[in-house]
């Protein structure tokens, strides 16, 4: 069984009709269990490595713009010529193929002392924070908790549409049976936000410009050139000419990228993605004792739905003010602007409905 989950990332969508009103993704803890601490719940999914893809529906094969505003990242016209009209299978292939590069027990044990170191230093955790496991499957709904509060932080990895980073995404929700009996339509729910942290990205490979693929062109003729063609050389010279004149695709320029994250057992995967869970760990604990009511812009554009809350030279924080997901927190390379995705797929294993939204569909 073949799995793609529409999943629902920072990698945000198209920009919402300017007349409709964006409702904060973000629900600010409520006031009625402020002086409460919760106890934690930490779940890695089970889910393995995800891949994210994209696929322009106006031609089912350019992968379009995927990183754009960074030094050597793939913009403009060199993003059209990476085409690959296979980009959805080969996320599955991919996803099957490299998802235990992940290594979900460690993962596990990483988020929940990056946790409880980051929530120790809030004034409300007075006693030690108490941090359990979820196990994977077990039901999220407020009945099947008997602590009141608590707080919820589940944990997904995914590549990059262009396979050069790679992004830790923590969903993080509190619920309260008192809050519920109190008011049933929310479910319980007294807190909700999303943070989302991305790696420094891998350098981008050469793509073969035009010029280039004119020439692996013309060589491909030159070599055929001359002389009568049996029915096997010209059916290979065909063959040729097509690779020759597709350029770089996809499937080649990704080639590189996944032999530095599987190096040493996925080596590099792993530094990244402790790095990830320790920083959106920290960006939770901020955010989770942050009760400023969320900004909404209505009527922009993806490129101005966030605004920096720290900088440094090489990283910024962004909090969302528009989109799917206002509110939110994400922790990127500075300078980058946010990608768009259509989709992300895990191991073929995966059930549709064990995966929450991630990419919002164009």
Known sequence: MKVVAIFSA???????AASAATLPYKEVRNEAIRSRQPVVYARVADTGLGFQYRRDSSTGAQVGTLVGGLAGSIIG?????????????????????????????AAQRELELALSE??????????????????????????AFSEDPALIVELYASLLMDYRGLQVTAFAYELSPSASAANPKAEGRVYRNRIDYISPLLSRPHIKTKDEIKADVAAVKAKYKGRKLSKQEQAQMQ????????????EKFREPLMEQWSANDGARLRDELHHGVKVVAQLLARDW???????????VGTKNWGTHQDSTVDRQVRVYFGGPFAGSLVSQPAPFNTPTCQGITFKDTVPRDTVPKFCILH
């Open 289 to 299: 004792s942050d009760y400023s009511p969320v900004e909404i812009r209505d009527g």
């Open 10 to 16: 920072l990698l945000l969508a198209a920009p919402l």
């Open 239 to 250: 063959t040729e000419l097509k690779e020759a004149g597709a350029g770089t695709t996809l």
């Open 77 to 105: 016209a060199a993003a059209d010529r990476l085409a690959d009209a296979n980009a959805t299978e080969l996320s599955e292939k991919d996803a099957n193929a490299y998802s235990a590069l992940m290594n979900r027990d």
């Open 118 to 143: 980051s929530l120790a230093s809030l004034p409300l955790f007075s006693a030690p924070v108490e941090v359990k496991p979820l196990t994977p499957g077990a039901p999220t709904d407020v009945s």
